[in-house]
Every structure is written in C-alpha cells, then in structure tokens.
C-alpha cells in the first residue's frame, strides 16, 4: 500500500484546511485508516481514526468537534476535514492505515503498517 498526504498549508486560527490522504495498491475500503501528526520536539501523537465503516470514527480529545474524517472508497481517498483550527494544532500531519487493526491499538502509530510522507500544517494566530 502506497499513501500520499496532501492538502498542508499555512491558515490563520480560526480557519480551516482540508487533508487528503490518497492511497494505492491494495483494497482500500478494508483497511483501517488513521491520521497522526507531529509537531517539533515531540512525538507523534493520535488525531483520528476512521474505520472499514465510515460511521465508525474515533477522534482524539483534543480535535474532537472541530475535525472530521471522512473516506471515499471509489477514489481511494481519505479526507481530514479540519475547522477552527488552533496554533496547537500545528505539525507535520502523517496519514496510516493498517489491514489488521483492533480497537483498542488505533491510538498507537506503532501498530499501523503504512505511512504517507505528511504534510505540514501551520496555524498562525
């Protein structure tokens, strides 16, 4: 599987940017797809994670109400719809997906197989 992040960029607090995570080479829609991101100096920590079902989402506290992860299986594609954003929320946003993920691991980078190069994201206030 192939992963390519895209969508980064430079936006006011309060604005919004939309990720797109487009992926290759096996079937999509059975994987479990994950957004991570990391800012300098710390490590990479759990944004969300979205299911084979698109109804079944988790979110970390922390973006909760103002992210949204969506997928489009015709496309191959995974979208991180991101609103009101903070200058917290700045750093390198990685997409992940993995074949094989429980519940109860989706919050660990570790577990996930696959990786997209990131793409920057900077929240200036």
């Known amino acids: 599987v192939q992963l390519q992040a895209s969508g980064g960029g430079l936006v006011q607090a309060g604005g919004s940017l939309r990720l797109s995570c487009a992926a290759s080479?096996?079937?999509?829609?059975?994987?479990?797809m994950a957004w991570f991101r990391q800012a300098p100096g710390k490590e990479r920590e759990f944004v969300g994670a979205?299911?084979?079902?698109?109804?079944?989402?988790h979110y970390a506290d922390s973006v909760k109400g103002r992210f949204v992860i969506s997928r489009d299986n015709a496309k191959n594609t995974m979208y991180l719809q991101m609103d009101s954003l903070k200058p917290e929320d700045t750093a390198v946003y990685y997409c992940?997906?993995?074949?094989?993920?429980?519940?109860?691991?989706?919050?660990?980078?570790?577990?996930?197989?696959?990786w997209g190069q990131g793409t920057q994201v900077t929240v200036f206030s």
């Open positions: 080479g096996r079937t999509f829609s059975r994987s479990v």
């Open positions: 979205l299911f084979r079902s698109s109804s079944n989402t």
């Open positions: 992940a997906a993995d074949f094989n993920m429980i519940q109860s691991s989706i919050h660990t980078a570790r577990h996930y197989d696959y």
